[in-house]
């Protein structure tokens, strides 16, 4: 098995009332008894092999009927301290059922695609149409979100910021180790820390304010989950976005 093979399989996640079969497939680490066992027991969290980072794992979790349908579904990913590189070590590590046989399996069959966790700071930028609003519900006049991006940064966060030597944007550039539309590599990548959200502009890439867009001026209700944002999209950002199908309507700057 692939990595790509394994990402397809907890893409069918979440499963209502999910066979012996499921369960089996969402760990080929383990043999069938030993998922349903490990699913059926305790708390019903199960480590997986993780998809990026070395000596993490993939949480899937499993959910009897009660009030609904028993669903076995993805929950977030773990981490070990040996996960981080050097001295890098931090936060509270959980052990889940079955984390070493998740490692292992991930080590085996594509340990050439791990890495440890080498960078410093940790941020999310959700692409948002200020062209395209919500038309009903609580989120009417807020832009449509079209993705996630989330990177690891090589240089603490504050530091960039405070840069003043180059454009914001640039320096966020060159100070990203690692960039991922996937939510689940996006929990690997994350680890133990919190993160900082910045919103940009799906139609120009430019950044939004609180009501917004300072580039292609498209403005929207001030929904209070921005806290506004001048700097562009950094150019990786960008060609990742393009190269995931992506179309801005207007041409992001490049400063």
Same mark, same amino acid.
Request: proline share 6%; glycine share 8%; with cysteine.
């Given at each position: 098995?692939?990595?790509? %093979?394994?990402?397809?399989?907890?893409?069918?996640?979440?499963? %209502? +009332?999910?066979?012996?079969?499921?369960?089996?497939? /969402?760990?080929?680490?383990?043999?069938?008894?030993?998922?349903?066992?490990?699913?059926?027991?305790?708390?019903?969290?199960?480590?997986?092999?993780?998809?990026?980072?070395?000596?993490?794992?993939?949480?899937?979790?499993?959910?009897?009927?009660?009030?609904?349908?028993?669903?076995?579904?993805?929950?977030?990913?773990? $981490?070990?301290?040996?996960?981080?590189?050097?001295?890098?070590?931090?936060?509270?590590?959980?052990?889940?059922?079955?984390?070493?046989?998740?490692?292992?399996?991930?080590?085996? +069959?594509?340990?050439?695609?791990?890495?440890?966790?080498? &960078? *410093?700071? *940790?941020?999310?930028?959700?692409?948002?149409? =200020?062209? @395209?609003?919500?038309?009903?519900?609580?989120?009417?006049?807020?832009?449509?979100?079209?993705?996630?991006? $989330?990177?690891?940064?090589?240089?603490?966060?504050? @530091?960039?910021?405070?840069?003043?030597?180059?454009?914001?944007? /640039?320096?966020?550039?060159?100070?990203?180790? %690692?960039?991922?539309?996937?939510?689940?590599?996006?929990?690997?990548?994350?680890?133990?820390?919190?993160?900082? *959200?910045?919103?940009?502009?799906?139609?120009?890439?430019?950044?939004?304010?609180?009501? &917004?867009?300072?580039?292609?001026?498209? $403005?929207?209700?001030?929904?209070?989950? $921005?806290?506004? &944002?001048?700097?562009?999209? =950094?150019?990786?950002?960008?060609?990742?976005?393009?190269?995931?199908?992506?179309?801005?309507?207007? %041409? =992001?700057?490049?400063?």
């Amino acid at each position: 098995m692939t990595s790509k %093979e394994y990402r397809a399989t907890l893409g069918r996640l979440p499963i %209502e +009332n999910p066979t012996p079969s499921d369960m089996a497939l /969402l760990c080929p680490h383990l043999t069938t008894e030993q998922a349903l066992a490990a699913f059926n027991s305790g708390s019903g969290y199960v480590a997986c092999p993780s998809l990026r980072v070395k000596n993490a794992f993939q949480i899937v979790s499993f959910l009897k009927e009660s009030t609904g349908p028993a669903i076995l579904k993805y929950s977030y990913a773990g $981490r070990t301290p040996e996960s981080y590189d050097n001295i890098k070590k931090r936060g509270e590590f959980l052990i889940y059922p079955h984390t070493a046989e998740a490692i292992e399996f991930a080590n085996t +069959n594509w340990g050439d695609e791990l890495i440890l966790d080498t &960078w *410093v700071d *940790v941020s999310e930028f959700h692409i948002e149409d =200020p062209s @395209d609003l919500y038309q009903d519900g609580l989120e009417k006049g807020s832009p449509k979100t079209k993705a996630v991006i $989330r990177i690891g940064l090589n240089r603490a966060l504050s @530091d960039l910021i405070n840069d003043n030597s180059k454009p914001t944007m /640039l320096l966020i550039d060159e100070a990203i180790s %690692e960039i991922t539309l996937d939510p689940m590599i996006s929990q690997e990548i994350t680890g133990n820390r919190g993160f900082t *959200v910045f919103n940009c502009c799906a139609y120009c890439g430019h950044g939004l304010g609180l009501s &917004w867009c300072n580039g292609c001026g498209h $403005r929207f209700k001030d929904d209070q989950k $921005r806290s506004g &944002w001048e700097t562009s999209l =950094p150019p990786k950002m960008v060609k990742l976005l393009q190269e995931n199908g992506h179309v801005f309507k207007k %041409e =992001p700057v490049n400063c």
